[in-house]
């Protein structure tokens, strides 16, 4: 019993330790994961003539700001579009319930309409597919989410193609050129809701594959957490820019409507912006809401689910092994039986035969005789 409990205790232990690793990884995916890309891309000038490296201090404002901005806009997205709540939130009847702002405080309708909102969600979808392929011990917790943000990728790369397809693709007499952009962004915000539903979908068929991928990945890198980040951030970018040239795209009139342009100024209008910069802002809302919103998803599947989660999906497999389990008990007393009838039958066959054989039975005393 004492060694038992000693083995809960260790397998809670890692299960919080795991936990808090995914609060930190939210964490730094919103503000160290973009500054130190734009880092390696922007601040480190290597001078091959030269054959000397410097450090472009003038980026440094634009970096942090940039990096800071858009990691604020990506967990904002994730957060929205994925339909994140806690579940006592839920159990309250909804943010505005929780808040005390709604006068049907405690109205299980009320109550009711939060649950299934949240259980309809992307997020909610998520956690329950994080919950199911973790609670008995199938799937390692940091192999799940590993998985998963492997198949976020092909939805990433549609992220991106989708506002370049509108904004270069839209005729100049439909929309104005200054207003490409802002239909692209239109373009991008209604992909990005398609793909935080089509996520949970794909996920379900394909995540136990995914996660092992993700193991092979694990004993080559130990940044395996942060590796497909990194990695398809930087192929990203490479790859855009190649495109943008091939295609003679001109994204120069795209710079005005950059939020860190605008932060920029009000903090340090003397500040350097880079000529790229609006390729790291499409890469980044490409590539971060994703990455935050799968994150997020694994770390409340990680915890407790309640029961009005499941519906009576839990309810039906309860009782759907209860009857298997029954059945086989009635199977087994069924064949006790059968091997009992057999027994009687053939104690019945032996008195039958000694009866013909004229058998008598000993009387003692003679009940038919003459007196």
């Known amino acids: 019993m004492v060694q038992c409990r000693a083995v809960d205790d260790m397998v809670e232990r890692g299960k919080v330790a795991k936990q808090f690793s995914l609060a930190l990884l939210v964490v730094l995916q919103i503000t160290m994961a973009p500054i130190i890309l734009f880092s390696l891309t922007y601040l480190i000038h290597v001078d091959y003539d030269a054959a000397q490296v410097s450090v472009r201090t003038e980026l440094i404002h634009w970096v942090v700001t940039a990096g800071l901005s858009y990691g604020a806009i990506s967990i904002a997205l994730a957060l929205v579009f994925g339909g994140f709540r806690p579940f006592f939130v839920a159990n309250q009847g909804g943010v505005l319930a929780f808040l005390r702002l709604s006068p049907r405080n405690g109205d299980p309708e009320l109550v009711d309409r ?14 329950k597919l994080v ?18 943000q492997l198949l976020a990728v092909p939805m990433q790369v549609i992220l991106i193609a989708v506002p370049l397809i509108i904004m270069e693709g839209v005729p100049d007499s439909l929309v104005k050129p200054s207003r490409a952009f802002d239909l692209g962004m239109a373009g991008y915000l209604f992909a990005l809701w398609v793909a935080v539903r089509v996520h949970p979908i794909v996920s379900w068929h394909l995540v136990g594959i995914a996660a092992m991928f993700r193991n092979v990945v694990w004993r080559v890198s130990r940044l395996s957490w942060v590796l497909p980040i990194f990695l398809y951030w930087l192929v990203a970018r490479l790859v855009l820019l190649l495109s943008l040239d091939i295609l003679d795209v001109n994204y120069e009139q795209w710079h005005e ?4 342009r605008i932060v920029l100024e009000m903090i340090s209008s003397d500040a350097e912006v880079p000529e790229t910069a609006i390729l790291d802002f499409i890469v980044a809302i490409s590539v971060l809401p994703m990455a935050t919103f799968t994150t997020i998803s694994v770390l409340g599947g990680s915890q407790s689910m309640p029961e009005w989660m499941f519906g009576q999906e839990q309810k039906l497999e309860y009782l759907r092994t209860k009857e298997l389990g029954e059945g086989s008990e009635v199977s087994d007393s069924g064949s006790e039986d059968e091997g009992r009838i057999p027994k009687m039958a053939s104690l019945e066959d032996d008195v039958e035969e000694n009866s013909r054989g004229g058998e008598m039975i000993d009387m003692p005393f003679d009940l038919f005789g003459d007196d």
């Open 114 to 127: 939060a649950r299934l909102q949240l259980k309809g969600a992307p997020y909610g979808k998520m956690a």
């Open 131 to 148: 919950h199911s392929k973790t609670k008995d011990g199938d799937y390692d917790l940091m192999a799940i989410h590993g998985g998963l």
């Open 257 to 260: 409507m950059q939020l860190e």
